[in-house]
């Protein structure tokens, strides 16, 4: 907020930087879930024989 009021920075480049920082956050979020549903689904499979037909 100091570099804003100081004139370094305008408002509107400080709201794009915290609406792109909100995004990253998102897609870390979504791709943490489909590792850990990766996870899961792989462990659900593994009591399963397998099968050796090919």
């Known amino acids: 907020m100091h570099d804003v009021n100081a004139g370094l920075y305008d408002y509107q480049l400080g709201v ?3 609406d792109f920082i909100s995004e990253c956050e998102k897609l870390g979020d979504y791709v943490m879930n489909v590792v850990q549903a990766g996870k899961k ?3 659900d499979f593994e009591d399963l024989p397998y099968n050796e037909q090919g």
């Open 16 to 18: 794009f930087y915290v």
């Open 41 to 43: 689904r792989n462990n």
